[in-house]
């Protein structure tokens, strides 16, 4: 075998050694979300130049929309992504013609406690934990700074299939009213 092929395969080792281990690290959950006719097209994290990415799902719910990213490097800060997806120079999407989706406004939370705890036998109770309110969900801010790694390994995180984020616009009526006793 040749020195190079020893590399790549000695390479591939440690990029599935550094996936696993991070998937192992984070609290991993049932999916929440049935997709149909390959929406989404069986996204799964991966490994892109020797970082591991993962399909990230942003949630409107003011507007009723989302935005599913393929890929996010998990060294990305959140920051960073809704940068590209809400770039200063662009016009506004067409279901924000106040365009008050815009970096600096935006507030991000992920949903905390989702689906309970595995069962002895392996299967899934879905409900929140000690820490859910009446209204049923708990929602916690990100901090936009963070690498999406130390974001998805936060305690109160489990994630669903994949990572979900809601956006919101940092203090709209909205936000304040569907966040209220849910923070």
């Known amino acids: 075998m040749c020195l190079q092929a020893v590399q790549i395969a000695a390479k591939q080792e440690v990029d599935s050694v550094a996936s696993t281990s991070l998937r192992q690290a984070v609290s991993m959950g049932p999916a929440v979300l049935e997709c149909q006719n390959g929406e989404y097209g069986g996204a799964e994290p991966c490994m892109m130049d020797d970082v591991l990415c993962w399909p990230v799902l942003f949630v409107y719910e003011e507007h009723r929309?989302?935005?599913?990213?393929?890929?996010?490097?998990?060294?990305?800060?959140?920051?960073?992504?809704?940068?590209?997806?809400?770039?200063?120079?662009?016009?506004?999407?067409?279901?924000?013609?106040?365009?008050?989706?815009?970096?600096?406004?935006?507030?991000?939370?992920?949903?905390?406690?989702?689906?309970?705890?595995q069962t002895r036998e392996g299967e899934w109770q879905r409900g929140w934990g000690d820490g859910a309110t009446s209204l049923g969900r708990k929602y916690v801010e990100v901090d936009l700074s963070q690498p999406l790694e130390?974001?998805?390994?936060?305690?109160?995180?489990?994630?669903?299939?994949?990572?979900?984020?809601?956006?919101?616009?940092?203090?709209?009526?909205?936000?304040a009213q569907f966040l209220e006793g849910r923070t």
């Open 150 to 175: 130390k974001v998805l390994l936060h305690p109160e995180l489990t994630i669903p299939q994949w990572p979900i984020f809601h956006v919101f616009v940092r203090g709209s009526g909205f936000a």
């Open 65 to 117: 929309q989302r935005d599913f990213v393929q890929t996010m490097p998990s060294d990305a800060c959140l920051a960073d992504q809704l940068c590209q997806m809400f770039p200063p120079s662009v016009p506004p999407a067409p279901w924000d013609p106040e365009a008050a989706y815009a970096m600096g406004r935006l507030a991000v939370y992920f949903a905390a406690e989702w689906a309970g705890a």
